[in-house]
């Protein structure tokens, strides 16, 4: 049984930081892109970061020179290292897994509000 358990969410105010994590089982993880998505309230599901099992990265142009993302393998986790938050940046964040198959966690909640 595939599982992705995002982590690492909550409530922060403007300009502070974040750290996100995703652990995966059941997925052959150092095969798989790995992506970080957000959704606000009543908006889509847009992409914020992917790292590709090579370790190439991509970023949304909103959280460029903000936002990291990285990988480790041998932990089968993502993270995402959100600084310099702003209040746009609030959103439900969702872990996602894609090779054959794609996979999506539960979401962890982000709200950046002073």
């Known amino acids: 049984q595939v599982q992705l358990v995002e982590s690492g969410g909550g409530l922060v105010q403007p300009g502070g930081s974040l750290r996100l994590s995703c652990a995966a089982s059941?997925?052959?993880?150092?095969?798989?892109?790995m992506a970080w998505y957000r959704q606000a309230p009543g908006k889509q599901r847009d992409l914020v970061a992917r790292?590709?099992?090579?370790?190439?990265?991509n970023y949304a142009d909103s959280v460029k020179g903000r936002f990291t993302i990285s990988r480790d393998n041998a932990e089968k986790t993502i993270f995402l290292q959100m600084n310099s938050l702003k209040p746009e940046d609030t959103a439900v964040y969702y872990c996602?897994?894609?090779?054959?198959?794609?996979?999506w966690g539960q979401g962890t909640q982000v709200t950046v509000s002073s």
């Open positions: 059941g997925i052959s993880f150092s095969t798989y892109t």
């Open positions: 996602y897994a894609q090779r054959d198959r794609l996979y």
């Open positions: 790292i590709t099992s090579g370790g190439t990265t």
